[in-house]
Structure formats: C-alpha cells, structure tokens
C-alpha cells in the first residue's frame, strides 16, 4: 500500500511505459494544477500537499490494467480536474486520450494542460456525454463519473467485446458491481494501491443481457 508522496512517486515511474521525460511532465502537471486551484476549486487544496498519493498514483495505477501492445484510444469520462485523462496522457504521449468534460471552466484548464505540457494526442471533448460521437475505443475510464449502471447505460457504445473497463470506485465498488443487473461482463473488483478501502472496478462489456422469458399460461 502507498502511504507517502516518495513511495507514490516511485510506484509511478516503476509503472510500465513511464520514462523519465513522463516523470517531468507529471511533476508540471501537479505544479499546474496547485497553480490553477487558486483560481477554481478544481480538487480538494488539502489533497494538494499528496497530490501524487491521491491523485497521480491513485490514478495511475490503472496503466497495470492495460497490456502494453493495446493502442487504441482512450475515452476518459468527466475527466474534470483531469484524472485520470491529463496524467495519462502525461504519462503516455503516444497514445490518444480523449477526455470528455461539460463545464465550461473546467474544459477550458483542460485545454490549457495540454497546450502547457506539449500533450499533442490528448483531445478534449467539451460536451455532454449523450452529444459525443460514437466511436470505439480501446479503454474507458471514469472516476465518480455516475452509478455503474448509468454509467453503461451512456457509454456502451463506445464498448467492443475487447475495451478495456477501469472504473475506480472507492468504497463503493464491491456493491456496485453486486448490484448491476441487465448487462453480460466480465468485470471484478482490484483493491485500490492508495486507499486500503477502495476498489477499482477492471474488465469487459461483452452486452446486454437478454431479457427473461415470461412463463407461459
């Protein structure tokens, strides 16, 4: 478990594909976003003083989840302050993060990373959810984006058989996913490297489930 800023830290750069350039850009990123929380309450300013514990690393981990050959892109869902889609994107320039967020301010501080930290495959969708075009794509995150359900309910179509799910949580993980109904998956829950009380929700859609049959009179 991940108990302070030096352990967060190295548990991020020993993280497959992260290099010491990603590093640096990550170490801008929390400087950037410190700087932009003067200006909008972007994260909680406590959280500030462990910011690659809670925010960095917490979200980072998910890059464990994801084979190293898979390529398409990846869907962030209400990115907001921009976890995990900025410090993905950070981490892995390369590959294309789309980050999809409706708030005006929030669209704009997201655009402005990007520009700032040279994030040239990271797009930001600002717009709801419902109004983006389909696409597929090869994972799909979202941290306390909407209930599990409704969650599926808005961004299957973006889903094959073979995306990638990782949806952190928290202390809700474990019930969430006991109490999804109408969908075939795969999906189990990780414990949380940062928070020994939360889960990460990791795996494929494969549908719908099929409706019941009634009994027959």
């Known amino acids: 478990m991940i108990v302070s800023e030096a352990e967060a830290r190295q548990f991020v750069s020993r993280l497959g594909g992260v290099d010491a350039q990603a590093m640096e850009r990550l170490e801008r990123l929390a400087a950037l976003l410190a700087a932009e929380n003067q200006s909008q ?36 869902l209400g990115t907001g302050a921009g976890f995990p889609g900025l410090a993905v994107a ?6 294309p993060v789309l980050m999809v967020e409706s708030r005006a301010r ?17 797009k930001v969708l600002g717009s709801r959810l419902e109004l ?7 994972v799909i995150s979202a941290r306390a984006f909407a209930p599990l359900p ?6 299957a179509r973006f889903s094959t058989a073979d995306t990638i799910w990782l949806l952190p949580k928290g202390r809700s993980a474990r019930q969430e996913l006991q109490e999804l ?5 795969m999906f189990h829950v990780e414990q949380s490297q940062t928070d020994p009380e939360a889960g990460i929700i990791v795996g494929k859609v494969t549908g719908r489930a099929a409706k019941a049959k009634r009994n027959r009179a």
Do not use: F, M
């Not at 950070?90 to 590959?95: E, F, G, N, T, W």
């Not at 669209?107 to 990373?113: F, K, P, S, V």
């Not at 520009?115 to 040239?120: P, R, V």
């Not at 109904?181 to 998956?185: D, S």
């Open 41 to 76: 309450n972007l994260v909680a300013a406590a959280s500030l003083d462990h910011v690659w514990q809670r925010h960095i690393a917490d979200l980072l981990q998910l890059l464990a989840y994801v084979p190293r050959e898979t390529s398409g892109p990846w869907l962030d």
């Open 90 to 95: 950070c981490a892995l320039p390369d590959r």
């Open 106 to 122: 929030r669209i704009d501080w997201l655009q402005r990373a990007c520009e700032s930290l040279g994030l040239n495959k990271a």
């Open 132 to 138: 983006v075009e389909s696409q597929t794509c090869s």
């Open 150 to 155: 409704k969650l599926l309910d808005l961004s």
């Open 181 to 185: 109904t109408g969908w075939q998956h």
